[in-house]
């Protein structure tokens, strides 16, 4: 973006993931002016992590071409679970080793200024609602499809978090209460272990293991089995690929239906890896909530992809931050 | 209560139903002085209805030995669906006939006074929210267990309406997406259609006609198939009773896990005429949440019975009209 066009005061934002941190600066509109990728490397350990962190903020903020004084604020989204109002995660699935980490305080440290701190796809949400395919409407709520299943409602302006840091987690809504499949272990029925990447790859090979016929086998086989794969064979006319995608298109649209039930939203988005299968999965999503849903969310609720990409994490925190410094003052 | 307890200002609470009126007069501390109940003969037709609510309206005041004009405000709750910002009825299931009336603006033109609009289980929740067992936390659901399950959630003081008035419907969330029982007709697997007192009569039907052995068997044959008697039975230890009790414990605690991980609220409250049943019907649910939701909602969410009764429609109507005056200036 030229200079003259950025329009201050500046944000960081940083994106932590199990496997990467993106980190990025972006204006007082939400406009990206830089953008960086660094490995979590959170396998060896959170001060590795924080480190990867400090270095992925800093590195966001010279190629902006700003100086570290110009940013109004920093904003972090993490996977869970966490206590919010503590600033500490406590025992993330996708951050082993890292539980109990006051990660909010020990970035801050690092970098010298006070951080905001998110729920990583309330963070991605967030940006959504800001300068994305939520901009325009008072209340949203945002799926982001993956390995597992991310939520974040934003209502008014407020993120609803919840009381104890676990609003927001409607890929744990159950949506099947007899005989649900089980995941995370222990428990059952809920909607991420039936229309996550991974759900949809562990359907595909129990069906391929019990028998269908199918041009996936070979993928099992040879261990490339993929949610994008399966999608691929279904476009070319694979039937069991083919089932596979519209029965996850059918448990999200049970989803968003209790959602709509609940929150009764302006607009329900979906991002994440899955919304790459294109056009006629979300098609297939809205017909299926237009059949369940009542009348008038049925036909009023708008039923959109995001349109952030992977920014949405970084311009979201980035977002949060900045929302943070508004309400305080 | 003595004249020198009562605090003003007072407000007028009117809880329509599809066989009931309720009205009531309450103080500014949600303290009833008046209660009076009128029958709505609903199938005569609106016109019929507004003017017993509105004869209703007429003696809670003058019962409660106030004049008119000490009334500050008027609520009414309906039930729905509805359109609350225009103040109008759509198509309400229990008020055959009373499509696209005007509810609000003709009782308000009956009265001579502004009146408050509300959906009914909305307003029983903000009842206990304001000074029932939701009076000390700041996030809450109510489910009202009945014929139907109503349910209204109130977050840091705002009732969850939705954009399209078809917020906190959530005893149509979908817990069986796969083979889920149809009620109402059209609509599939949705918690109503579960753990209402309608789908406990008609789940012990269903058991009696397949042949289960069951002292409820006669009460069928007479017509007098109840969910009190289901419930009675159970505890005199019949086990299709017991059975179909515990189930339903079980499906009311799959909805209660997806509120709490969507709103996360500070207490779940249950409410209406199923809680007779007692504590132990409630430490059921309760021993369910815990194993089926995330460890820090599942030690922390407060799962309670409701205070108020049968007064918390019209206590929360009333309740919800000083809202409303309050946050207008």
């Known amino acids: 973006m030229s200079e003259a066009k950025r329009r201050p005061p500046y944000y ?18 939400g406009r990206p002016l830089s953008s960086v990728e660094l490995p979590t490397e959170a396998v060896r350990g959170p001060d590795i992590g924080l480190r990867n962190m400090a270095e992925a903020a ?3 903020v010279a190629e902006s071409g700003l100086e570290w004084e110009e940013i109004a604020g920093v904003g972090l989204g993490s996977p869970g679970d966490m206590d919010l109002p503590a600033g500490i995660l406590l025992n993330p699935p996708n951050l082993p080793g ?74 744990h809504m159950i949506i099947q209460a007899i005989g649900g499949r089980e995941h995370p ?27 269908e016929k199918t041009t996936l086998a070979s993928a099992l086989v040879s261990g490339g089995l993929t949610a994008k794969l399966i999608d691929d064979h279904g476009k070319a006319g694979d039937p069991l690929a083919a089932r596979l995608m519209k029965e996850t298109a ?23 890896g899955m919304i790459a299968s294109g056009p006629a999965f979300l098609e297939e999503i809205r017909a299926n ?31 949060w931050a900045r929302e943070v410094r508004r309400t305080a003052g």
Chains 1, 2 share one sequence.
Not at 13 to 23: E, V, Y
Not at 108 to 129: I, K, S
Not at 254 to 272: C, E, Q, R
Request: glycine fraction near 14%; charged fraction near 20%; aromatic fraction near 8%.
């Open 12 to 29: 960081l934002g940083i994106d932590l993931g199990g496997t990467a941190i993106k980190s990025g600066v972006v204006d007082d509109e």
């Open 58 to 60: 800093r590195r966001a």
């Open 98 to 171: 890292w539980d109990n980490l006051p990660i909010r305080d020990r970035l801050a440290e690092l970098l010298g200024t006070p951080v905001a701190f998110q729920n990583d796809a309330n963070a991605a949400a967030f940006g959504e609602f800001w300068v994305g395919a939520g901009r325009d409407v008072d209340s949203m709520a945002m799926y982001t499809l993956g390995t597992g299943i991310g939520c974040g409602i934003i209502d008014h302006g407020r993120i609803i978090s919840g009381q104890h840091s676990h609003g927001s987690e409607c890929g």
């Open 185 to 211: 272990p222990g428990y059952f029925g809920r909607l991420e272990a039936y229309a996550s990447a991974t759900a949809l790859v562990l359907r595909a090979t129990e069906a391929i293991e019990a028998g």
């Open 250 to 272: 059918y448990f999200l649209a049970v989803g968003a239906v209790s959602l709509m039930h609940t929150i009764d939203p302006d607009v329900v988005l979906y991002g994440g």
């Open 289 to 319: 909530i237009k059949k369940m849903a009542f009348p008038v969310p049925a036909a009023k609720t708008r039923v959109e992809y995001a349109q952030l990409g992977s920014d949405a994490g970084f311009i979201g925190a980035a977002g």
